[in-house]
């Protein structure tokens, strides 16, 4: 395991990393070279303590590797069901240990509203704005003068 200098709550166990290993995808070494890939181990702890901290990609520290990295091998293993498989391995395990009551479920959860949320039928704000945006057809003149005098130009 590489030196990690975070806390070791944002380190994954070693019992915990012998069964979430052989769900990761394999990544053969590149042929034609170029920089090595980040230790597995390092990116999943990096992915943990994103999502435990909520930290943004780019804030987690430069021990577990690059941000937009982790971020990126996140991405793919999400695609891959890496997680959805380990989430089903930790319910198999859970499920032998103690026993899950399948016949029984409960789902928690809160809805509030937003704090600066407004009013819920607030006035519709004016669109005004969306008009300088908006494409102009190439028989009509722009609204904006060209900088150079007071001449009007044509759109394209």
Known sequence: ????????????????????????????????????RLPLRNVANGIFYVLCTGAQWKAMPSE?????????????????GVFAKLWRLALEEYDELIG?????????????????????????????WQVGRQTVAAHRWTRYPHRRGDQRRQCA
């Open 64 to 80: 577990f590797g690059s941000g937009s990295a982790i971020h990126a091998y996140f991405q793919e293993w999400v695609q891959l």
């Open 1 to 36: 395991m590489a030196d990690i200098n975070t806390s070791k709550f944002h380190q994954i166990h070693d019992a915990l990393w012998e069964r979430m290993e052989p769900l990761l995808p394999k990544y053969p070494p590149q042929p034609k070279g170029g920089r090595p």
């Open 100 to 128: 899950i009551d399948w016949q029984w479920q409960s789902l928690d959860g809160t809805m509030t509203k937003a704090p600066l949320g407004g009013e819920k039928n607030r006035e519709k704000p004016d669109g005004s």
